[in-house]
């Protein structure tokens, strides 16, 4: 049989597909070259899971591990939140804030975030995944401790720090959905854990509520809101520590056979748990793939409003609906009932559509409705109705975290294309807090503007997505019923990617 070089597929990545026969050079199949659950794999037969079985073992897994990535994602999600806040329990007069000082506030977090993304995400891959995840959560807990500086330098500095801390948060839970669950049950786990942003925000204006009503505190009510968050940051990190393995094989929880169970439903996935070698043959193929880029530029269109609202919402409230301080702080509780509820039920619609692109065009399709009502409605309870469903916005992030998670195959690949998706992230929320001009305030109408274009543009975007990979879908099925792929046994925890093992089909 002939051959395909690793060279030949990055000069031409559709060479793979366009051979008669199809023996793929893999490359290194060496104990360092293959996936985690190789070992695992070869003492696994491929006998079908009994239902009770696999039910009590998912269940396992939901109440161990799916918790604490909730809670963490929450509390990480506090300090967004806190930041809006805090500008109008005042931290502009307290740290002397002029002209468009409030907004690089937002956008210094995102630069240390896109700054720290490749290299953080390099670390979750080198070292155990449970353990980076707690080293940099405590650190980021530390630093929110401090950021109860006395200037403006000191301020903007700890975003920095902050944005860099927390870009290991997103990538290392993809890659726990990754090695815990079958990619059926993917999109459900993670509308659940992002949802608790929604729980974070409303925590948070409860929090900001109670501290704006108090005279007599120690200190400002808004350094009080980045301790108190910082306090939890550190004892989730410790959480982590305990309770979340660095992969299924050593998991506390489980019994030798529950572990092989794993590996077994893992199969399905045609992937597998993790390899800690960086391939640059991976590496190049990533960047050689239009799926990257597409959701590259659906990031950054998704993230602009986001990082404008995100920063600007408790200004927009108190500017332009008329609201007091006490009122906006309010106002954050149903947004992140909206949040949560709304995330939690685009969730469990996903089990009844199967058509990812399909749920991210919905959620969308509602976010670019809210935009419009923010931007063009007149009355200030229309304009508020709108803020609110911005808030579900996040669900077609959701269903780029769950593509990712299921269709980026080979572990650094993996984590390239999720890190090529975080940057455009940041990207996105880099720009959003600059789209808001003091000399526009108090209604920021070409803010506003910006926010509805950018969701029309996205809807463009998930259509192209959704062709590039049916079509590939359709030519792989072709060339199985001619009988031209050959099966491998066990292939999934060879660490191969998408391109290589010709059996792997992508979530649509």
């Known amino acids: ?50 239902p009770e079985t696999e039910r009590r073992l998912v269940r396992k897994i939901d109440c161990t591990i799916f918790p604490v990535m909730c809670l963490v994602y ?23 804030m002029e002209g468009q000082m409030y907004s690089w506030s937002g956008t210094a977090f995102y630069l240390g975030y896109l700054v720290f993304e490749f290299p953080a995400s390099l670390l979750l891959q080198r070292f155990p995944l449970s353990k980076t995840l707690c080293v940099f959560l405590v650190i980021w807990g530390f630093l929110l401790c401090m950021t109860s500086v006395a200037n403006y330098p000191g301020f903007i500095a700890l975003r920095v720090l902050l944005g860099m801390m927390e870009s290991a948060a997103s990538p290392g839970f993809i890659l726990l959905t990754a090695q815990w669950y079958k990619r059926s049950e993917q999109q459900l786990r993670t509308s659940v854990w ?25 200190m400002r009510g808004w350094k009080l809101i980045f301790i108190i968050c ?10 982590i520590l305990a309770v979340v393995p660095d992969n299924p094989f050593k998991a506390w929880f489980l019994t030798e056979e529950d572990r092989k169970l794993v590996v077994k439903r893992l199969r399905a996935n045609k992937q597998g748990v993790g390899n800690n070698h960086f391939k640059l043959y ?29 920063t600007f919402s408790s200004l927009l409230i108190k500017g332009t609906m008329g609201y007091d301080t006490l009122q906006t702080l309010l106002m954050g509780l149903p947004a992140g009932a909206c949040e949560f509820g709304g995330l ?38 229309a304009q508020l109705a709108g803020y609110y469903l911005l808030m579900v916005s996040p669900g077609a992030m959701i269903v ?21 998706y975080l940057i455009g992230y940041c990207v996105g929320n880099l720009i959003g807090p600059q789209t808001f001009k003091a000399a526009d305030a108090p209604e920021y109408m070409p803010a506003k ?5 950018c969701y029309a543009a996205t809807l463009v975007t998930f259509p192209a997505l959704y062709y590039v990979n049916w079509r590939e879908n359709k030519r792989r099925d072709q060339l199985a019923a001619e009988g031209k792929i050959e099966h491998r046994p066990n292939a999934e925890f060879e660490d191969l990617t998408d391109f290589e093992n010709l059996d792997f089909r992508y979530t649509l």
Request: hydrophobic residues 45%.
């Open 74 to 96: 929450c509390i990480q999600f506090l300090d967004k939140t806190s930041n809006s806040y805090a500008v109008i329990m005042g931290l502009k007069e307290d740290l002397k």
């Open 400 to 420: 780029m975290f769950a593509i990712i998670s299921s269709n980026a195959s080979g572990y650094t690949k993996k984590v390239t294309v999720g890190v090529i």
């Open 282 to 310: 991976q590496f190049k193929e990533t960047m050689l793939d239009i799926r990257t880029w597409i959701m590259f530029v659906s990031s950054v269109l998704l993230n602009i409003p986001n990082g404008g609202i995100g």
């Open 344 to 381: 939690i039920a685009f969730g469990f619609l996903s089990l009844f559509i199967h058509k990812r692109m399909v749920l991210a065009t919905i959620t969308t399709c509602i976010a670019l409705i809210g935009s419009c009502l923010l931007s063009f409605a007149g009355p200030p309870r």
């Open 230 to 239: 910082g306090v939890l940051a550190i004892f989730l990190g410790f959480v």
């Open 449 to 453: 503007n910006t926010m509805v274009g």
């Open 194 to 218: 992002v949802a608790f942003n929604g729980l974070g925000q409303i925590l948070g204006s409860c929090m900001a509520y109670g501290l704006a009503k108090r005279t007599s505190l120690p």
């Open 1 to 50: 049989m002939s051959s395909i070089s690793i060279d030949e597929k990055l000069k031409d990545p559709e060479s793979v597909q366009n051979k008669e026969i199809l023996d793929v050079d893999v490359g290194d199949l060496s104990p360092k070259g293959v996936d985690a659950a190789f070992n695992y794999a070869l003492d696994v037969d491929y006998d079908e899971i009994d």
